[in-house]
């Protein structure tokens, strides 16, 4: 995992943009995995509540990959960039399907720590499909770029208000992994 820069936030809230999360070969499984979805696939299901507009399709197959390299690579690095111990509370894999669109919100309070990485399609990337991150008057600051194996790290996820400033556009679809932790 690579570091690219550090937003400080006024509240002391901190934003890690981050590349080259998952190994090559985990990042190659997940893309394999992504690319399975299709409306029909039930291991691809709407959950009722899971997030804040219907759009999103939540992958509930297994993730044991995916636990195991948080739990033991990713794990130490996120340790290492906070400069505390961290515990691991799970993660979800998901589709944003054309037209979907994240107003801007805080995360809950389950969790402290969020990371979000895109998984794109090399041949379908559109950058304006990353996160957006905004001032508490929802006036939006910047997005990041929606790319391969990059995202962020957010050390205080009910501190930072975030969301998707773009709808998803026709034809595209927006893969994602969402790891979330608990000092």
Not at 137 to 144: G, P, R, S, V
């Amino acid at each position: 995992m690579n570091v690219n820069a550090t937003v400080n936030f006024a509240n002391h809230a901190r934003l890690f943009l981050i590349d080259n999360f998952f190994s090559q070969q985990l990042d190659a499984q997940l893309f394999d995995l992504f690319r399975q979805y299709s409306d029909t696939n039930p291991d691809w299901s709407s959950i009722p509540n899971f997030e804040h507009n219907p759009g999103r399709m939540v992958y509930t197959g297994s993730t044991d990959d995916i636990d195991n390299h948080v739990r033991t690579t990713a794990l130490n690095q996120i340790n290492a960039v906070l400069d505390k111990p961290v515990s691991y509370v799970g993660s979800s894999m998901w589709v944003d399907l054309p037209g979907y669109v994240i107003t801007p919100h805080y995360d809950l309070d389950a969790f402290e720590h969020a990371v979000q990485i895109y998984i794109t399609d090399p041949t379908r990337n559109f950058e304006m499909m990353g996160t957006a991150f905004y001032l508490d008057t929802k006036q939006l600051m910047f997005e990041i770029p929606y790319r391969r194996n990059s995202g962020y790290l957010i050390d205080t996820a009910q501190n930072i208000l975030h969301g998707l400033h773009h709808a998803i556009p026709p034809g595209f679809l927006r893969y994602s992994v969402y790891m979330r932790f608990r000092a």
